[in-house]
């Protein structure tokens, strides 16, 4: 196993802990540690196997199996609703952990529904995008899953389930300091409960929430000894560019980076189709995103203003959608997310990661921006760099 990958995939893990995504579930595992019933182990160890399964073979199961991509997830949604419940009402907690009474454990009761409760956590917990993600969830997605991806998946692994134990153990030497915590057991339940059933319904209609650990994110990569390919015919300047992207600060100016690849193994479109080469002569920015992806939802409304203020001067954007998880290759979830984003530009859906390996992304949101020969002469990835970008496109519309 190379050692290199898991400590790629351990940075990862820490870094998607830290991150937005882990704010709809941070209350149920601070809570989980402050309930002096349920112990705080089995719930983190049930979110990160479930996690780290589906992540690395859900895309390829669910490909095999005759089930709607979303199954997984709605399946989870559910779960985690009855959980919720269970906490605040104790007796249907019992029927609901009737079916694993008999499954052996070091403790009863508590401890099994806290591991059924991380599990159900690890369906719905939706962590940020980035190289080592990509990666992993690509090579599930395609079924080119190596020794490589499981050392990133297991590094992944032990990265999140260290610091959401922090989390935890934080929660639960809080309640064993203050008196308030100790005496008011039967209310941590319940706040539990409703918490869990709040999570649910904030997954279930797309809640978002503010980034504060962009800039973590960017320091943290940089310290990474190489990135992940996730194509292997890119072209050299392009792959070039892309890397600078990933580790380094947006340029501010505009960059040598080959041609633009094609649009390839697009399966549908979300309003008017486009091709790069019927768009010659005007300036494209090509936008690669999934719409469970917060940092995303962040980055569009930028692409849409941009688009609103240079569209008559020849500025032509191009969405990919390229899914991170199974239930985002759901054509009518891209078609709802466009809708709910006001999205005005067509989308090209890459659920065959074609689009996606012909340019070498490696990253969610990642922007590439071509000037009107056909040349990739800016790349972006992630949030940020949005003044460096919108003065490229100023320049390249004002370039002859």
Same mark, same amino acid.
Request: aromatic share 8%; hydrophobic share 50%.
């Given at each position: 196993?190379?050692?290199?990958?898991?400590?790629?995939?351990?940075?990862?893990?820490?870094?998607?802990?830290?991150?937005?995504?882990?704010?709809?579930?941070? @209350?149920?595992?601070?809570?989980?540690?402050?309930?002096? /019933?349920?112990?705080?182990?089995?719930?983190?160890?049930?979110?990160?196997?479930?996690?780290?399964?589906?992540?690395?073979?859900? &895309?390829?199961?669910?490909?095999?199996?005759?089930?709607?991509?979303?199954?997984?997830?709605?399946?989870?949604?559910?779960?985690?609703?009855?959980?919720?419940?269970?906490?605040?009402?104790?007796?249907?907690?019992?029927?609901?952990?009737? @079916?694993?009474?008999?499954?052996?454990?070091?403790?009863?009761?508590?401890?099994?529904?806290?591991?059924?409760?991380?599990?159900?956590?690890?369906?719905?917990?939706?962590?940020?995008?980035?190289?080592?993600?990509?990666?992993?969830?690509?090579?599930?997605?395609?079924?080119?899953?190596?020794?490589?991806?499981?050392?990133?998946?297991?590094?992944?692994?032990?990265?999140?389930?260290?610091?959401?134990?922090?989390?935890?153990?934080?929660?639960?030497?809080?309640?064993?300091?203050?008196?308030?915590?100790?005496?008011?057991?039967?209310?941590?339940?319940?706040?539990?409960?409703? &918490?869990?059933?709040?999570?649910? =319904?904030?997954?279930?209609?797309?809640?978002?929430? @503010?980034?504060?650990?962009? &800039?973590?994110?960017?320091?943290?990569?940089?310290?990474?000894?190489?990135?992940?390919?996730?194509?292997?015919?890119?072209?050299?300047?392009?792959?070039?560019?892309?890397?600078? #992207?990933?580790?380094?600060?947006?340029?501010? /100016?505009?960059?040598?980076?080959?041609?633009?690849?094609? =649009?390839?193994?697009?399966?549908?479109?979300?309003?008017?189709?486009?091709?790069? #080469?019927?768009?010659?002569?005007?300036?494209?920015?090509?936008?690669?995103?999934?719409?469970?992806?917060?940092?995303?939802?962040?980055?569009?409304?930028?692409?849409?203003?941009?688009?609103?203020?240079?569209?008559?001067?020849?500025?032509?954007?191009?969405?990919?959608?390229?899914? /991170?998880?199974?239930?985002?290759?759901?054509?009518?979830?891209?078609?709802?997310?466009?809708?709910?984003?006001?999205?005005?530009?067509?989308? &090209?859906?890459?659920?065959?990661?074609?689009?996606?390996?012909?340019?070498?992304?490696?990253?969610?949101?990642?922007?590439?921006?071509?000037?009107?020969?056909?040349?990739?002469?800016?790349?972006?990835?992630?949030?940020?760099?949005?003044?460096?970008?919108?003065?490229?496109?100023?320049? =390249?519309?004002?370039?002859?």
């Amino acid at each position: 196993m190379d050692v290199a990958l898991v400590l790629i995939g351990l940075v990862g893990g820490v870094i998607t802990a830290l991150s937005p995504c882990i704010l709809p579930v941070l @209350p149920v595992i601070f809570l989980s540690g402050a309930d002096r /019933e349920r112990r705080p182990y089995p719930v983190v160890a049930g979110l990160v196997l479930s996690f780290s399964l589906l992540t690395l073979l859900g &895309a390829a199961l669910l490909a095999a199996l005759p089930l709607p991509p979303g199954t997984i997830r709605w399946a989870g949604l559910v779960a985690l609703v009855l959980l919720g419940i269970g906490l605040i009402v104790p007796r249907f907690e019992a029927i609901l952990e009737a @079916p694993f009474a008999r499954l052996p454990q070091a403790r009863a009761g508590r401890d099994r529904g806290g591991f059924v409760l991380g599990l159900v956590l690890g369906t719905v917990y939706v962590p940020c995008a980035g190289p080592v993600l990509a990666a992993i969830t690509i090579a599930g997605a395609t079924g080119d899953i190596g020794a490589g991806t499981i050392a990133l998946t297991a590094g992944f692994a032990v990265g999140t389930g260290l610091t959401l134990m922090v989390f935890a153990l934080a929660g639960r030497a809080v309640s064993q300091r203050v008196a308030a915590f100790r005496r008011r057991q039967r209310a941590i339940r319940v706040a539990s409960g409703v &918490a869990v059933v709040l999570l649910a =319904l904030g997954l279930t209609f797309g809640v978002n929430v @503010p980034n504060y650990a962009t &800039a973590l994110d960017h320091e943290f990569q940089r310290l990474l000894p190489a990135h992940v390919p996730t194509g292997s015919d890119v072209p050299p300047a392009l792959a070039e560019c892309v890397g600078q #992207a990933l580790y380094t600060e947006p340029p501010d /100016e505009s960059q040598d980076c080959g041609p633009a690849p094609a =649009l390839t193994g697009i399966t549908d479109w979300v309003g008017t189709p486009v091709t790069l #080469a019927g768009l010659r002569g005007k300036v494209v920015l090509v936008d690669f995103w999934t719409f469970d992806c917060i940092n995303c939802r962040h980055v569009i409304p930028h692409v849409e203003d941009w688009y609103a203020k240079y569209h008559a001067q020849g500025l032509e954007v191009i969405g990919v959608h390229t899914p /991170e998880y199974s239930f985002e290759h759901e054509i009518a979830g891209v078609r709802r997310a466009v809708a709910r984003e006001g999205i005005t530009y067509p989308v &090209a859906v890459d659920n065959d990661y074609g689009t996606w390996q012909a340019y070498g992304v490696q990253a969610w949101p990642s922007l590439f921006l071509v000037d009107a020969m056909g040349q990739v002469r800016h790349v972006a990835v992630g949030e940020g760099g949005y003044d460096e970008t919108e003065n490229l496109i100023r320049e =390249l519309l004002t370039t002859p």
